[in-house]
Nanobody
Framework: QVLLVESGGDLVQAGGSLRLSCRAS????????MGWFRQAPGKEREFVAS????????NYADSVKGRFTIIRDSGNESVYLQMNNVKPEDTAVYYC??????????WGQGTLVTVSS
């Protein structure tokens, strides 16, 4: 069984930067795609970014392209989300996921990002 633990959520001003971390333990995730999703208050969970098994392919939601970067460190079974030039609309609980990025079945518990204007 894979356990995902996120960290790094915080209160940040608009225009600032933040780096989220997700570390996997238990079963290895080296053969799984990994990604980030988010859920804003009153909204459905949405895809943010994903990275392929060996980190060669990345995908981003249009809303974060050019501002967020997903980074995979397969050596320590971690994935990061570097968030630059954050906006108030980026406020959400951010979840790490592993496996199928269309319908993920492995989730972390989430970390809260609040962007103040």
């Amino acid at each position: 069984q894979v356990l995902l633990v996120e960290s790094g959520g915080d209160l940040v001003q608009a225009g600032g930067s933040l780096r989220l971390s997700c570390r996997a333990s238990g079963r290895t995730v080296i053969n799984l795609d990994m990604g980030w999703f988010r859920q804003a208050p009153g909204k459905e969970r949405e895809f943010v970014a994903s990275v392929s098994q060996i980190g060669l392919t990345t995908n981003y939601a249009d809303s974060v392209k050019g501002r967020f970067t997903i980074i995979r460190d397969s050596g320590n079974e971690s994935v990061y989300l570097q968030m630059n030039n954050v906006k108030p609309e980026d406020t959400a609980v951010y979840y790490c996921a592993a496996g199928d990025m269309v319908t993920p079945k492995i989730w972390g518990q989430g970390t809260l990002v609040t962007v103040s204007s």
